[in-house]
């Protein structure tokens, strides 16, 4: 039984987004925090849909540091040259930052399992994490849940119903299966295609594309 190597990202009372997925993978279990894969897109995504450039680009010996910016602003951004690599702890603390300027809190459904290596398919005898105390400390009314497994797990433990993707957007909605299962009053749950490398159907401008729902939703 492996057990949830981290807590959830800082959350405040502002905090307003909630992505989970469904069990870290090996390489942000080593690294301590959320979607360190190289290939994962996750944070690719994010930062373009909420139209902030990236603080690092591993491919390259110069550093972009950026400042706190308005949402649809451009972000004003320092260059600074390196001669190292990117610390993997600084590139860590970046993320953290973005984090908090877009009141968005990372955290995953399940709190242990079985499971082999990074593989979603191999999981079982799942225990979940307490998302309704977090819910409950928090103003989050969006949820977005990253690929299908964190979906299906979701709908399992609270019993929701999973609608038909929207249009050619490929979210698509969850919803309680009746009003004893609400877990928030105006709470907006998004299954989101998995920015997982496995996910080969789906191109980074495919991912951009979808998740760009949870930006536009306030």
Same mark, same amino acid.
């Given at each position: 039984?492996?057990?949830?190597?981290?807590?959830?990202?800082?959350?405040?009372?502002?905090?307003?987004?909630?992505?989970?997925?469904?069990?870290?993978?090996?390489s942000s279990?080593?690294?301590?925090?959320?979607?360190?894969?190289?290939?994962?897109?996750?944070?690719?995504?994010?930062?373009?849909?909420?139209?902030?450039?990236?603080?690092?680009?591993?491919?390259?010996?110069?550093?972009?540091?950026?400042?706190?910016?308005?949402?649809?602003?451009?972000?004003?951004?320092?260059?600074?040259?390196?001669?190292?690599?990117?610390?993997?702890? #600084? /590139?860590?603390?970046?993320?953290?930052? &973005?984090?908090?300027?877009?009141? +968005?809190?990372? =955290?995953? *459904? $399940?709190?242990?399992?079985?499971?082999?290596?990074?593989?979603?398919?191999?999981?079982?005898?799942?225990?979940?994490?307490?998302?309704?105390?977090?819910?409950?400390?928090?103003?989050?009314?969006?949820?977005?849940?990253?690929?299908?497994?964190?979906?299906?797990?979701?709908?399992?433990?609270?019993?929701?119903?999973?609608?038909?993707?929207?249009?050619?957007?490929?979210?698509?909605?969850?919803?309680?299966?009746?009003?004893?299962?609400?877990?928030?009053?105006?709470?907006?749950?998004?299954?989101?295609? #998995? /920015?997982?490398?496995?996910?080969?159907? &789906?191109?980074?401008?495919?991912? +951009?594309?979808? =998740?760009? *729902? $949870?930006a536009t939703?306030?």
């Amino acid at each position: 039984m492996i057990h949830y190597p981290f807590l959830h990202t800082q959350f405040h009372k502002d905090s307003r987004i909630l992505i989970l997925g469904s069990f870290p993978s090996v390489s942000s279990r080593k690294l301590g925090f959320y979607y360190q894969h190289p290939q994962n897109r996750f944070w690719k995504v994010l930062y373009r849909i909420f139209s902030q450039q990236m603080p690092y680009d591993t491919n390259t010996t110069k550093l972009d540091i950026i400042l706190p910016c308005t949402q649809f602003g451009n972000p004003k951004k320092y260059l600074f040259a390196t001669s190292q690599c990117i610390d993997s702890q #600084s /590139t860590i603390a970046q993320q953290k930052a &973005f984090l908090q300027i877009h009141n +968005i809190v990372l =955290w995953d *459904i $399940i709190k242990s399992c079985e499971i082999i290596g990074s593989s979603d398919t191999s999981i079982k005898n799942i225990i979940p994490n307490d998302i309704r105390t977090l819910l409950a400390q928090t103003n989050i009314d969006i949820i977005a849940l990253n690929g299908n497994k964190a979906g299906k797990i979701f709908a399992k433990i609270y019993h929701h119903t999973i609608d038909h993707a929207k249009d050619t957007h490929f979210y698509r909605i969850l919803t309680p299966k009746n009003h004893a299962y609400t877990l928030k009053p105006n709470l907006k749950i998004f299954l989101l295609p #998995s /920015t997982s490398p496995a996910n080969a159907r &789906f191109g980074l401008e495919n991912l +951009i594309e979808s =998740w760009c *729902i $949870i930006a536009t939703k306030k």
